[in-house]
Structures are given as structure tokens and as C-alpha cells.
């Protein structure tokens, strides 16, 4: 029985997409291993960091010293941009489109693609999360998922719920809709909004609770709160990256908002009927972010009260419109900015 070692990086989107691989490998045959054993080594990648993406190289780096008698077919699926599928096939590493079965089944020597794109779908049952939306319309300075998933596309809420009710008939209790920009989802034929599929998720019988992510700031609605905030069945939380409290890197970052903006959404969530959690991301240490810009990030932390922040410290990353700004604040400055906003998180 051949063997694979299945390794993912990055957001809830990976992981969905990682448990679909899975359950097709297991059901043709593979059988699951450690790196150093394994026939087929799949990664799914995230181009987001250019850490990340260092990450992926280290990875196979060590596969390859680890099997050095060895020749192990690697793959790398997710967000990679084309400059790294370069790198990565100098490397003798293939890239697959995950949308695309036939590339594997090539890339397998696997002769039935329809299976493929069966098992595919199939294994999204055996995921908490649900895609309701693809892509990205966005370029936002530092990442690079606009151009590695390509532009928004919505599926249609029939096909949401169908999906869901699966879940719900298999025992879910929690049920995760992603989107890269989630609040900005539209029916491509009914035009229903995000806060229409609420309603009628909130409708389905069963005991279970939708959450979701990741919204934009500019997306956020008056409509999409309202639901959140009265509707049983969703979550009472959302997810709301701020990224800088300070406008001047906002702008640097291409993000279409201020901080007196935010501040007004976030306003709305806490005046709602019943309280709603906030979380967000940040980035420290972006190029030009001097004190005085992170001081300003400083108060907005303490003025919303998140429940919790993903804290992200700027790396350069290749491809996107940030990396012409180099990396001139020092990785030191930036742990110690990390570190306070951390703090004011954790409550120390």
C-alpha cells in the first residue's frame, strides 16, 4: 500500500481543504505515515507570510534529508504565488490546484479523475467548516491571496444549505462559514446577502450554532449585525480585523477605511440588543509604522476590548505591493509591540 504524510499551513480555508485531501487519499488507498516514511508528500501552503512560505521550503528541505535513499513524490496545493511554483519545480515539487482533480490524478498516475472530484466534495463532510464564498477583490498592501485565489465568487445558497444540513444530519454542533471576505458574499442569482443566508440557516431544524470569518471592515453591514445580534443560531461573535489603528498606515496598506470608521462599526455591535464578541487581526511592525502609529493601535485595543486578536508580526512577502518598502523596523521592535498588544489582550 503506497503512503502519504499530509502537512497544512494557514487559515480555516487550509484546514477545510486539508481534511478533503485526507479523505481522498484514505479512500484510494494511501495510507497515512510520518514525512520521513511517506510515498506522496502533500502540502497545502500559505502565501500570505512570506514566513509561511519559508516555512514550506524548510519542509521540504528536511523531507529530502530525511529521505535522502528515497525519491518522495511532493506536492504543494493552497495559496502559492507564480513565482514560487517556479522555485518549488527547480526544486522537483509539483503544484496542484486543488480545484482541479485532473492535475492530481496526472500527478498520481491515478486513471479515474471522476472519482476524484467525487471524493473531493465527499470529504468536505468530515469538515466543521463551510466555503461559501472563494477569492479575494482586495489587494491589500501586504498579501498576496488576491492573486493565489483569484477574484470573489459566491456560491449559491442553495448549495450552502444543502451542504449544511449534511453537516447537521451527521451531528455538527458548530458549523464555520468561510470566505476571505465574508461580509461581501451576494448570491450570484438571487443577489441574497450574507444576512439573508442567516435567516435562512437560522431556520433549519437542529441543535447547532453558525459561526463565521473573515469579514472586512468595508462589508460590514447594519443588516449582517442585526442578524448576528438576533438571530438564535448565530454565533454572537465577529470577527473584525482592524490591522492599524493609525490611518496613515491604513492607507499604506491599501485598506479602505479609517480608524474613526472602524470605530463607528464597532460602536453599532456594542449598542446591539444583546452583547457580541469582537475579535480581530493586527499587524506589527508594518513599513513606516512608527511609534506614534502604534500607540494609536494601542488605544483602539483598549477601547474595543477584543476577546481575542491574532497579533501578526510584518514579514516581507514577495509579490505583493508592500515588499518594494522593505523591512526596516527591526524584528526586536517588533516582538516588543507584539508583546504589549498581547498584554492588554491576556489582561497581564
Known amino acids: ?130 466555503p461559501i464564498m472563494f477569492g479575494c477583490n482586495n489587494f491589500c498592501t501586504y498579501c498576496a491571496t488576491a492573486f493565489t485565489r483569484g477574484r470573489e465568487r459566491s456560491r449559491n445558497i442553495k448549495d450552502v444549505i444543502s451542504d449544511i444540513k449534511k453537516l447537521i444530519e451527521r451531528g455538527n454542533s458548530e458549523i464555520l462559514l468561510l470566505g476571505e471576505t465574508i461580509d461581501s458574499y451576494k448570491d450570484p442569482e438571487t443577489g441574497e446577502t450574507l444576512d439573508i443566508l442567516f435567516e435562512k440557516l437560522n431556520a433549519l431544524d437542529g441543535d447547532f450554532i453558525i459561526s463565521f470569518t473573515s469579514n472586512h471592515p468595508k462589508d460590514m453591514t447594519d443588516e449582517i449585525i442585526k442578524a448576528v445580534a438576533t438571530l438564535p443560531k448565530i454565533k454572537k461573535e465577529i470577527h ?30 456594542r449598542t446591539s440588543k444583546v452583547p457580541i464578541d469582537i475579535t480581530t487581526d493586527v499587524i506589527v511592525g508594518f513599513p513606516g509604522e512608527d511609534e506614534d502609529d502604534f500607540q494609536k493601535t494601542v488605544e483602539i485595543f483598549k477601547s474595543v476590548g477584543y476577546k481575542t486578536a491574532y497579533i501578526n508580526k510584518y514579514s516581507p512577502r514577495y509579490g505583493t505591493a508592500a515588499y518594494r518598502l522593505g523591512d526596516p523596523i527591526p524584528w526586536s521592535e517588533k516582538q516588543r509591540r507584539w508583546r504589549i498588544l498581547n498584554d492588554i489582550i491576556t489582561g497581564k
Not at 11 to 21: S, Y
Not at 241 to 267: C, F, H, W
Request: with cysteine; proline share 2%; glycine share 4%.
Open 240 to 269: 473584525l480585523p482592524i490591522q492599524s489603528g493609525s490611518d496613515k498606515i491604513l492607507k499604506a496598506m491599501n485598506r479602505p477605511y479609517d480608524a474613526k470608521t472602524y470605530l463607528k462599526i464597532v460602536e453599532k455591535i
Open 1 to 130: 500500500m503506497k503512503t502519504y504524510y499530509l502537512h497544512v499551513i494557514g487559515c480555516q480555508q487550509n484546514e477545510h481543504d486539508g481534511v478533503r485531501i485526507h479523505h481522498l487519499l484514505d479512500k484510494i488507498g494511501f495510507q497515512e505515515t510520518t514525512k520521513e516514511k511517506a510515498d506522496l508528500i502533500i502540502i497545502v501552503a500559505c502565501a500570505v507570510r512570506q514566513t509561511a512560505v519559508d516555512r514550506v521550503f524548510g519542509l521540504v528541505n528536511n523531507i529530502r534529508k530525511a529521505q535522502k535513499n528515497k525519491n518522495p513524490k511532493i506536492i504543494v496545493t493552497g495559496c502559492v504565488i507564480d513565482n514560487d511554483k517556479k522555485k518549488f519545480k527547480a526544486r522537483q515539487v509539483d503544484f496542484w490546484d486543488i480545484e482541479k482533480p485532473e492535475q492530481l490524478a496526472k500527478l498520481i498516475d491515478f486513471k479515474d479523475q471522476k472519482s476524484l472530484s467525487k471524493l473531493l466534495r465527499e470529504g468536505a463532510l468530515f469538515s466543521s467548516s463551510v
